[in-house]
């Protein structure tokens, strides 16, 4: 059974830095990339990254500069570096795994495990 657990959301003020982390028991067989996503109240779900098994990445245009997946293949861990946070950015921020390398591309998680999330918090 896969379990995906995030960590390392918090309250921080605008133009600070938060680092997430998502550990990832259980074997991931069939999974295209990893990556994360958010969603604030009201708001419909938004892909934000997604890191391929060879490294190759994708962001969203709203985090792109500011934001950094990386993974540690060894550990099972995903990240997500996130400086420069602005108020927007406060939302639920979900790990996942994704089937399809077409949703990948997306920045979407429609097939695969997902995570419990970890709050982020940006005041201004």
């Known amino acids: 059974q896969v379990q995906l657990v995030e960590s390392g959301g918090g309250s921080v003020q605008a133009g600070g830095s938060l680092r997430l982390s998502c550990a990832v028991s259980?074997?991931?067989?069939?999974?295209?990339?990893m990556g994360w996503f958010r969603q604030a109240p009201g708001k419909e779900r938004e892909g934000v990254a997604i890191i391929y098994s060879e490294g190759r990445t994708r962001y969203a245009d709203s985090v792109k500069g500011r934001f950094r997946i990386s993974q540690d293949n060894v550990k099972k861990t995903v990240y997500l570096q996130m400086n420069s946070l602005r108020p927007e950015d406060t939302a639920m921020y979900y790990c996942a795994d994704e089937v399809l390398a077409d949703n990948c591309n997306a920045l979407a998680f429609n097939i695969g495990n997902w995570g419990r999330g970890t709050q982020v918090t940006v005041s201004s």
């Open positions: 259980g074997y991931i067989y069939s999974s295209a990339c």
